[in-house]
């Protein structure tokens, strides 16, 4: 039954990129591309279709062709979901605007007869999505420095004050690459902090890139006194591998914690609980609830939570967990995408005290797809707890 749901969202996923990209690409030909001299319409075609599938492509026979080859597929590939993206979304705005003005003729009539009128709105087309993609890139390979200053009404032992750093969604493969990767090392370097925690997506799905890249090396240089700790996401199971991936994640000095906790220099506790989309890839095993992984907890102590959804607050808020630190959301990463996940979360950004709990969900560091962002900011967050016993 699983298998055939699978298939089911598989073929309509296939058969609505389809016919989303050849609306895009006979919008193109018809608004623009046509008017290039020397450019017949098989030629337009067979180019627009190396470039819409090229995505599919590097996903499907990637592992057979050149590494050289499968980057360059899958890089062009990525930017084609972000151009596709944003081009039916402006194409069809064009489209409206041209059938409200059947009913309406609010477009003068001049306009429209003149010979340069529809290249002149492709050219427009092409230029806001070039533009878009551009500003994107910039956008995604800036990275800020987000700071929240919050207090926890516990006492940490002969601890009074935490200085951590968070940083989610990471994406580390052939797009966000070790390059990418020494960027945050160098940021999280120069803040210093006290201890380093990763709340899933370190991996986007592919563990190679990662051994290939040596990027344990690189996430070696990072050495804060209380270490790292990290949780599996949703893109660590995606391939299946997800033993392989914590097994290099732990060469890299990086703590996995599935479903358990630590306590961390008798002062404070650190609790991971796995992303619950373990169950659809690894069987029918069920998501272990909070009580199970919290089991046996000091709860005296400092609770701070590695979840990488920004779910079940309830249940974590009845459990006594203190802080709870997740991402996934990419805050959208596509405007208008954060409009859903504002819908789907209870927050998909920021901070939010909740009773006695207090959740902060990132934006993330790296991409998923699309190495662009618009309407957020990749950051890494810096965190500086106070602890105390007399309360907020």
Not at 52 to 58: E, H, K, P, R, W
Not at 135 to 162: C, E, F, M, V
Not at 287 to 313: A, Y
Request: hydrophobic share 45%; aromatic share 12%; charged share 15%.
């Amino acid at each position: 039954m699983r298998t055939l749901l699978f298939s089911s969202v598989i073929g309509i996923f296939f058969l609505l990129y389809t016919l989303i990209s050849y609306y895009i690409g006979l919008r193109g030909w018809h608004y623009l591309f046509q008017y290039i001299p020397q450019l017949n319409r098989t030629l337009y075609w067979w180019f627009f279709w190396s470039v819409a599938l090229s995505y599919l492509a590097a996903r499907l026979v990637g592992h057979f062709l050149p590494d050289a080859l499968r980057y360059g597929l899958t890089l062009l590939g990525a930017y084609w979901l972000a151009a596709m993206f944003y081009s039916f979304q402006i194409i069809l705005i064009f489209d409206l605007i041209r059938l409200l003005d059947k009913w309406l003729k609010f477009i003068p009539d001049g306009w429209k007869t003149a010979p340069r009128f529809t290249p002149a709105v492709g050219a427009v087309v092409l230029f806001l999505v070039a533009g878009i993609l551009v500003y994107g890139t910039w956008n995604a390979r800036n990275p800020r420095l987000q700071h929240y200053d919050i207090s926890i009404p516990k006492s940490a032992g002969s601890l009074d004050r935490l200085h951590m750093v968070l940083v989610s969604d990471i994406h580390l493969g052939e797009i966000n690459h070790n390059g990418r990767l020494l960027r945050m090392v160098e940021m999280i370097e120069s803040l210093q902090p006290d201890i380093v925690l990763l709340p899933g997506d370190v991996i986007d799905e592919d563990i190679g890139p990662f051994v290939k890249q040596d990027m344990t090396s690189t996430f070696r240089r990072i050495n804060p006194k209380y270490g790292i700790y990290a949780v599996p996401g949703n893109h660590e199971y995606i391939r299946g591998h997800i033993n392989e991936t914590v097994h290099y994640l732990e060469q890299a000095g990086i703590v996995v914690l599935r479903d358990n906790y630590v306590i961390v220099g008798d002062s404070f506790c650190i609790a991971g609980s796995d992303d619950n989309s373990h169950a659809h890839f690894d069987g029918n095993e069920e998501t272990m609830p909070l009580s199970m992984v919290l089991e046996g907890i000091d709860r005296s102590l400092p609770v701070i939570l590695l979840s990488h959804q920004p779910n079940r607050l309830e249940e974590a808020m009845e459990q006594g967990v203190d802080l709870q630190l997740s991402g996934h959301t990419h805050r959208g990463q596509l405007f208008p995408l954060n409009l859903i996940t504002g819908r789907i979360f209870e927050t998909d950004w920021g901070y939010l005290q909740k009773g006695s709990l207090q959740l902060i969900v990132s934006s993330g560091f790296g991409t998923w797809g699309p190495p662009i962002r618009i309407g957020n900011r990749p950051e890494i967050v810096e965190i500086m707890i106070t602890f105390n016993k007399k309360g907020l």
